[in-house]
């Protein structure tokens, strides 16, 4: 059974930092993409963070490029979101996803459609 666990959202104020972690299990497929996808209240979904685990390529959301950042460890099957300079604006449940190549890389940085398991998501609260 595959599954993805995220954590560490919390409450932060402007201008400062936090590490969210996606830890996945339960599949052997070599190539695939875990990202990152947010949602506020009364917004659509839309995709932050995309890394696949054989290259380390990676996509970001422009409103988050210079600020976030994404890296692997594929000993462990989990994906890291580095987020620094938080904005009020960032505030939202962050979700990680997985799918796998080729279909990932078309829908991570938009609705993440062509993804086929979910975290429970993360949240994060960006305020004074």
């Known amino acids: 059974e595959v599954q993805l666990q995220a954590s560490g959202g919390g409450l932060v104020q402007p201008g ?17 993409v875990i990202s990152w996808f947010r949602q506020a209240p009364g917004k659509e979904r839309e995709g932050v963070s995309c890394i696949s ?8 959301q422009d409103s988050v490029k210079g600020r976030f950042t994404a890296s692997r460890d594929n000993t462990k099957n989990t ?16 979700y990680c996803a997985i799918s796998w190549l080729p279909r990932a890389w ?7 459609a062509s993804y086929e398991y979910w975290g429970q998501g993360t949240q994060v609260t960006v305020s004074s």
Not at 18 to 32: I, K
Not at 53 to 60: H, I, Q, V
Not at 79 to 94: C, F, G, H, I, R
């Open 106 to 112: 078309s829908t991570c940085r938009t609705t993440g």
């Open 79 to 94: 994906v890291y979101l580095q987020m620094n300079s938080l904005k009020p604006e960032d505030t939202a449940v962050y």
């Open 16 to 32: 400062g930092s936090l590490r969210l972690s996606c830890a996945a299990s339960g599949f052997t497929s070599d190539e695939y």
């Open 53 to 60: 685990n054989n290259d380390s390529r990676t996509k970001y």
